[in-house]
C-alpha cells in the first residue's frame, strides 16, 4: 500500500499570511479599554511581553513541527513526546481555549456592532447569531470563506497602518504618564495574560507543517514574521490608543468601542470637509458636511466587526481539528469525528465545538474573563511544548530528525525561558480572588483568582476524563516507543525521463498508463512513471482527517494498485503516491517540481467550462504554469488504430506529432497520419507557392522537430478554400486525433474557440491535445513568491 502523504503546497508567503490572518483579529479592536484600564501607558508593554512568550514558543513549536509534522499541533506534539496523560490535558486545553477565545470575540462582534457593553442582551444575541451562522458555514465546509478570511486580512492590516500612522500625530505625551496604573508592574504581568489570546493564532503554521515547501527554512520564518508583525503593530496601536484619549475615557465602563473613539479623536484634528453648496441653473446641490471624526470611528468600528467575524471563524475551524487529534489517539470517540457524506467536513465535532461555544457566550462570565482563560489554556500548553523539545532533544530517538532546530547558541535558553515566563504570567493572571459565600459562611480561595480557577477546573476535568476513559483506550504514545517522525522522501534520479500520470477514473486509467508508457519507451534515457492520486478536502477538514473516509481512501488503494498491476504488465517502472491536499491543481504543480517530470499525462472529460475555468479548476493550473510537457488525453482507447495529428505551423505541432508517433510505436498495428491544410492560392497572386508543396514542406518540419522517420507517417495534404471546415471533415475519419495547443499564450487564450477546441467537441473518439515545456518568462509575483518561498528556480529538462 502506498502511504498518503499531504501536499506541500504552501511557501512562505502562504504560510506567512496564514498565520497573520488568524492574529490580526479581534483581540487589537476589543482588548484596548480592558487593558488600559488594568495598567494603563504600561499596557503596550503587556502586548511586547505577550509577543515575546510567542516568539519563545514560535522557535520551540517550529523544531517539533518539522520533526512530527501531523495534525494537532501542540496537542500533538506533547502527547507524543510526553504521553497520553499530559496530552489529555493539552488537548481539552486547546480546545477549551479556542472556544473561550471564540465566545470573547462574538461579544466583542456585538460590541462594536451595537455600541454597547459585553452584558447587554442585544450583544448577547447578536454574538449568539453570528456564532450559529459560523458553526453553520463551517459545518457546510464553503471554500470560499478562505479567500474572503484573506480579503478580510489584508483589509485590517491596511486599516490598522491607516489608524497608527495618523494617531501617532495626534499623541498627547502628558497623557502617557504616569506610565503604570495604582497596580504597578503586577498588574502589567498580569495583563500580558490577557493579550496573550491575540497571539494563539501562529500555531495554525505549525499544524499546516505537513504542507509547508521547505519546513526546515520556510516554517520558522513564517511562525517569527507572524509573531512579531502584529507584536508591533499591537504596541503601537496602545500607544496611539492611550496616548490620544485618557484611561477613563478607554474604560469598559465608558465605551464599548474604544479603537473607535480613538480613530474618532485623531481624525478630528482634519476638521471637516463641505461637500455641495451650488446653484447650477434651475438645479440646487445642497451642501452637506463630511466629519472626518465620524468617519474614523465608522470604519474602525467596520474592521472590528469583520476582525471579530475572522478570529472566531479561524478558532472554530482550528477547535474541529484538535478534535481529530484527540480522537486519532484515542482520547477522544472517533464518534466525534465522522465525516459529513455530502459536505466533508467533522460535522459533529463543529457541532459539539459551536454548542459549546453558544452557552459560553449566554453565560454570565465577562467578556475580560473568556479573554483570560483562553489565554491560560494556552499558557499552559506552550509551557509544555517547551518541555517536549528538551525531553526530545535529550532522548535524541531516531525517527525524531527536524529538520529546524533551535540554533545551539539558544538551546537550551530558549525552551527554558519559554516555560518559566509562561509560568510567571500564569501565576499573575486574574485581578479578582475567588470569594463566595455558602450559607452565613464567606469562602475566601485567594490569592487564586478566577481566571485561575477555571482553568485550573479544566485541568482537574481533563485529568478525570484521562483516568476514567483515555487511560485505558488511549493510544501509548510515550517519547521512547511511539515518536512519531517525518518520512524520507525518495530521492528523485534527474537522469530519469519521468511521465506523471494523476489516475482518478477507473475506467480511463489502464490506458492513460499504456499512453504515458509509450511515451516514456520513446525515449534512450531510463525511464519511470509516477501515479498520483489527489483527495481535495476543504478547509473545514485536516487533510489527515482523510483516514476517517474509508470509501475515499479505498478508492484511491485500488487505483494506486491496478496502475502498479498495469505497470507490471507493461513490464516498466512505477512508483505511486497517495496524497491528501486542498486544491488538486496546485498539488499536482508540487509534485512535477518535486519530481522533476519530463511530462505529465492527464484524462479529461474534454467539456469546455465557463470562461474562467476552461478544463477545470485541477487541469487549468497545470497547463498555465507547469514547466514540463503536459498532454491531454479525451476518451483514450485501448487500441488506437487510425491516428492523425495536425502537423501546421503551431508552436505545440511538433509535441503533437510525437504524441502520435509515440502511440503508433506502442501500437504497432496502428497507422499514422500527418495532416496538412492549406488555402486555395489567391487569383491576384499567381506567383505564390504551390499550396501542396508548401503543406509537404511543413509536414517534413514537424516531424524532423519530432523525431519521426518518414517510413512511420503517412503525409497527407488537402487545399480548399475552407480550411477550418475541411480540417474538421478529414480527421472526422480517424479514431485517434493528435492536436498541439495553439498559441503563444497560455490556457486562458490558447484553446477557448479554438479549432483544436471544435476538433474536442466534434470527436467521438480519441483526442490527445499537447502543449510543449513551458518556458515563460516568471511574473515579477512568480519570482518574489520563489524567492521568499526559498524554492529553486523551476527548469525543463536539459536545461
Request: aromatic share 8%.
Amino acid at each position: 500500500m502506498t502511504d498518503q502523504e499531504l501536499a506541500r503546497d504552501l511557501g512562505f508567503l502562504e504560510a506567512y499570511t496564514l498565520g497573520l490572518g488568524t492574529m490580526i483579529g479581534a483581540g487589537i479592536f476589543v482588548l484596548p479599554g480592558i487593558v488600559a484600564e488594568s495598567a494603563g501607558p504600561a499596557s503596550m508593554v503587556a502586548f511586547a511581553i505577550g509577543g515575546v512568550i510567542a516568539l519563545l514558543a514560535a522557535l520551540s513549536l517550529s523544531e517539533l513541527a518539522t520533526g512530527m509534522p501531523k495534525a494537532g499541533g501542540s496537542y500533538y506534539y506533547v502527547n507524543h513526546a510526553l504521553g497520553s496523560f499530559f496530552g489529555t490535558i493539552i488537548g481539552f486545553g486547546m480546545w477549551a481555549g479556542l472556544m473561550f477565545a471564540t465566545a470573547f470575540y462574538m461579544l466583542g462582534f456585538g460590541q462594536y456592532l451595537l455600541s454597547q457593553p459585553s452584558d447587554a442582551i442585544p450583544v448577547v444575541l447578536a454574538g449568539l447569531v453570528m456564532a450559529a451562522l459560523l458553526v453553520g458555514v463551517n459545518y457546510r465546509g464553503v471554500k470560499e470563506t478562505g479567500s474572503l478570511q484573506n480579503v478580510i486580512v489584508i483589509f485590517l492590516v491596511g486599516l490598522i497602518l491607516v489608524f497608527i500612522t495618523v494617531g501617532l500625530f495626534a499623541i498627547d505625551p502628558d497623557l502617557l504618564t504616569p506610565f503604570t496604573t495604582d497596580g504597578g508592574w503586577p498588574a502589567v504581568g498580569a495583563t500580558a495574560g490577557t493579550v496573550f489570546v491575540t497571539f494563539i493564532g501562529f500555531e495554525v503554521i505549525a499544524t499546516s507543517a505537513e504542507e509547508i515547501k521547505d519546513p526546515g527554512r520556510n516554517l520558522p520564518l513564517s511562525m517569527i514574521a507572524a509573531v512579531v508583525t502584529p507584536t508591533i503593530l499591537y504596541v503601537l496601536v496602545m500607544l496611539v490608543s492611550t496616548g490620544i484619549l485618557p484611561i477613563d475615557a478607554l474604560s469598559p465602563n465608558v465605551t464599548s468601542v474604544p479603537v473607535a473613539d480613538v480613530a474618532e479623536a485623531s481624525a478630528g484634528m482634519f476638521g471637516s470637509l463641505t461637500l455641495g453648496g451650488f446653484e447650477l441653473g434651475a438645479f440646487v446641490l445642497p451642501a452637506y458636511t463630511l466629519e472626518f471624526a465620524a468617519v474614523g470611528s465608522t470604519i474602525m468600528i467596520v474592521g472590528a466587526v469583520l476582525a471579530t467575524i475572522s478570529s472566531a471563524n479561524a478558532s472554530i475551524l482550528s477547535a474541529a481539528r484538535v478534535n481529530f487529534a484527540m480522537g486519532r489517539d484515542r482520547i477522544l470517540a472517533n464518534w466525534l469525528n465522522e465525516i459529513h457524506e455530502k459536505f466533508r467536513t467533522p460535522y459533529r465535532a463543529i457541532l459539539a465545538t459551536g454548542l459549546v461555544i453558544l452557552m459560553l457566550i449566554a453565560s454570565p462570565l465577562p467578556i475580560d474573563t473568556l479573554a483570560d482563560v483562553a489565554s491560560f489554556m494556552f499558557l499552559i500548553t506552550y509551557a509544555l511544548v517547551h518541555v517536549a523539545v528538551v525531553v526530545l532533544r535529550r532522548a535524541d530517538p531516531d525517527e525524531y530528525e527536524p529538520d529546524f532546530r533551535i540554533p545551539s547558541v539558544l538551546y537550551p535558553i530558549v525552551p527554558i525561558l519559554g516555560f518559566l515566563t509562561c509560568l510567571g504570567v500564569m501565576v499573575q493572571m486574574g485581578e479578582t480572588a475567588v470569594a463566595f459565600s455558602i450559607g452565613t459562611f464567606d469562602v475566601s480561595l485567594a490569592p487564586l483568582s478566577w481566571v485561575q480557577l477555571i482553568g485550573l477546573g479544566i485541568i482537574a476535568a481533563s485529568i478525570a476524563w484521562y483516568g476514567f476513559y483515555a487511560k485505558e483506550k488511549a493510544i501509548s504514545t510515550t517519547l521512547i516507543g511511539e515518536a512519531v517522525a517525518p518520512q524520507e522522501g525518495e530521492t528523485v534520479d534527474d537522469d530519469v525521463y519521468r511521465v506523471i500520470v494523476p489516475v482518478s477514473n477507473p475506467e480511463t486509467e489502464r490506458p492513460l498508463l499504456r499512453y504515458a508508457a509509450a511515451s516514456a519507451a520513446s525515449h534512450e534515457r531510463d525511464s519511470e512513471l509516477v501515479a498520483i492520486n489527489v483527495i481535495e478536502v476543504p478547509p473545514q477538514t485536516s487533510p489527515a482527517q482523510i483516514e476517517f473516509e474509508e470509501e475515499r481512501v479505498e478508492n484511491q488503494r485500488t487505483l494506486l494498485e491496478n496502475a502498479r498491476d498495469v505497470a507490471e504488465d507493461l513490464d516498466i517502472a512505477i512508483r505511486t503516491r497517495a496524497i491528501v491536499g486542498r486544491n488538486a491543481g496546485e498539488t499536482l504543480l508540487s509534485v512535477i517540481g518535486e519530481e522533476n517530470a519530463d511530462h505529465m499525462l492527464l484524462g479529461w472529460a474534454g467539456e469546455r467550462r465557463r470562461r474562467d475555468v476552461l478544463f477545470g479548476s485541477t487541469i487549468d493550473p497545470v497547463l498555465e504554469r507547469a514547466p514540463c510537457e503536459v498532454t491531454l488525453v479525451k476518451d483514450p482507447s485501448e487500441t488506437p488504430e487510425d491516428i492523425v495529428t495536425l502537423a501546421g505551423g503551431g508552436p505545440h505541432a511538433p509535441i503533437s506529432a510525437r504524441r502520435a508517433g509515440e502511440l503508433h510505436r506502442a501500437f504497432p498495428e496502428s497507422t499514422l497520419t500527418l495532416l496538412n491544410v492549406q488555402p486555395e492560392p489567391s487569383d491576384d497572386a499567381p506567383d505564390v507557392v504551390d499550396p501542396a508543396e508548401a503543406g509537404y514542406e511543413t509536414i517534413s518540419a514537424v516531424a524532423t522537430a519530432a523525431g519521426l522517420d518518414e517510413n512511420e507517417y503517412e503525409p497527407t495534404v488537402l487545399v480548399d478554400d475552407d480550411v477550418r471546415a475541411t480540417l474538421l471533415e478529414a480527421v472526422a475519419e480517424y479514431e485517434t486525433v493528435c492536436v498541439g495547443a495553439t498559441g503563444e499564450s497560455t490556457v486562458a487564450q490558447a484553446l477557448y474557440g479554438s479549432i483544436p477546441q471544435s476538433i474536442v467537441d466534434q470527436s467521438s473518439g480519441t483526442v490527445v491535445m499537447a502543449r510543449g515545456e513551458n518556458r515563460a518568462p516568471r511574473t515579477f509575483r512568480q519570482a518574489l513568491v520563489q524567492r521568499l518561498g526559498g524554492e529553486p528556480a523551476q527548469t525543463t529538462q536539459g536545461e
